[in-house]
């Protein structure tokens, strides 16, 4: 009792972060993926394929170069960051949607996690799928195109990023939405769009006077373009401002979801 009442309000018995919840909380979200290995992990890398096959066939021979380099390996890392950040975002929002839809979403809330640490379970389950995903179509395609990052670890830190980034915002879709019709629309009309419309099958040189500055306040945009410059070499912006960008962006994203679950915003009746 005496050991009970020497803690200062609010200090909790296993310190200041919980490491045996947040690990577990960690490889749940992990092991949640993994266990559907051939939808999470698969099904992406066949569908990034069939989209660079596509074009290829489609556009790719009639095409010059873009930027110094052939059309194939331009849309090459736009793929491969288009894939990361669908799936960040869809690991991290459908583990929050799945459990409030189900009615286990009190099993992550009545543990003693604080929202910090309910944040970082989320985000390493987004990010180990967003980077599971990075690797496998990067082997990919040095077999198929014999496309060698140039500047690797540029890739993988703008490759962390936008998982992270897209996790994040998986949460606060996940917190929005009670229902998967509301996160089906939510993936449908920003997501999507996001992905697509960010410079993953052209350079932004190319967009007349005002979607051109409209793109260049899109995060999304610098991560494909970060991405770019790390396989290719070559990018739109300066890859140190999309950085500098990406990680703001990403912090922003992060602190609005910290704030929700400090307030159980729809998670609690």
């Not at 690797?135 to 670890?153: D, E, M, N, R, W």
């Not at 409209?214 to 739109?236: E, K, Q």
């Not at 994203?253 to 307030?263: D, N």
Request: with cysteine; charged share 10%.
């Amino acid at each position: 009792m005496s050991e009970i009442s020497s803690k200062a309000p609010g200090e909790r018995r296993f310190g200041r972060v919980n490491w045996l919840g947040l690990q577990t909380l960690c490889q749940r979200e992990i092991m949640r993926f993994l266990n559907v290995w051939t939808q999470t992990l698969l099904a992406p890398l066949v569908t990034a394929g069939l989209f660079l096959v596509i074009f290829t066939i489609a556009i790719g021979p009639q095409r010059g170069d873009v930027m110094g380099v052939p059309f194939t390996s331009f849309i090459a890392p736009g793929i491969l960051m288009m894939t990361v950040i669908q799936n960040a975002f869809a690991n991290a929002s459908s583990s929050i949607v799945i459990s409030k839809v189900q009615g286990n979403i009190v099993d992550t809330l009545m543990p003693p996690l604080s929202p910090l640490e309910l944040i970082l379970g989320y985000l390493a389950g987004g990010v180990a799928r967003g980077l599971f995903v990075a690797c496998a179509i990067t082997i990919g395609l040095f077999v198929s195109t014999g496309l060698v990052p140039q500047h690797p670890a540029v890739l993988l830190v703008f490759v962390l990023l936008g998982a992270a980034f897209m996790s994040a915002l998986g949460m606060l879709a996940g917190l929005w939405s009670n229902k998967f019709d509301q996160m089906a629309a939510i993936t449908n009309f920003v997501v999507t769009p996001l992905a697509f419309l960010s410079g993953t099958f052209y350079s932004a040189e190319a967009l007349p006077a005002g979607l051109y500055e409209v793109t260049h306040f899109n995060p999304v945009f610098y991560l494909i373009d970060g991405a770019r410059y790390g396989m290719l070499g070559v990018s739109d912006a300066n890859p140190g401002l999309g950085f500098i960008v990406a990680l703001v962006a990403t912090a922003a994203v992060m602190l609005a979801a910290w704030s929700l679950f400090r307030t159980g915003w729809r998670l609690k009746a």
